[in-house]
């Protein structure tokens, strides 16, 4: 059973800057694939990015490419997600989620354990 708590979120200009933290329970953090999905008001949930559980592959979207970065800290049972260059598209609610393998980290359904979200607005 894995517990997952996002923070970070809030209110920023276009062109700033935020990092969310995902912390995790359990014993077995280093094993799962963690993903950072976001879903704005009236479309559907996707992927932004995944990284492995060594932290070793990453993927992103083409849409935050080059603007945001995923790492992990599993001595900490932390995954972070870093966002730069921010735009009002980015505006999102924001969810961390773990899953088990790595080869369809895109699909939704690979993601076991999901946290309740956290709130980015980036106002232009």
């Known amino acids: 059973q894995v517990q997952l708590v996002e923070s970070g979120g809030g209110l920023v200009q276009a062109g700033g800057s935020l990092r969310l933290s995902c912390a995790a329970s359990?014993?077995?953090?280093?094993?799962?694939?963690m993903g950072w999905f976001r879903q704005a008001p009236g479309k559907e949930r996707e992927l932004t990015a995944a990284?492995?559980?060594?932290?070793?592959?990453?993927y992103y979207a083409d849409s935050v490419k080059g603007r945001f970065t995923i790492s992990r800290d599993n001595a900490k049972q932390v995954v972070y997600l870093q966002m730069n260059s921010l735009k009002p598209e980015d505006t999102a609610v924001y969810y961390c989620a773990a899953a088990l393998t790595w080869t369809r980290m895109r699909e939704q359904s690979e993601y076991n354990y999901w946290g309740q979200g956290t709130q980015v607005t980036v106002s232009s």
């Open positions: 359990g014993r077995t953090f280093g094993r799962y694939v």
């Open positions: 990284i492995t559980g060594s932290g070793g592959n990453t």
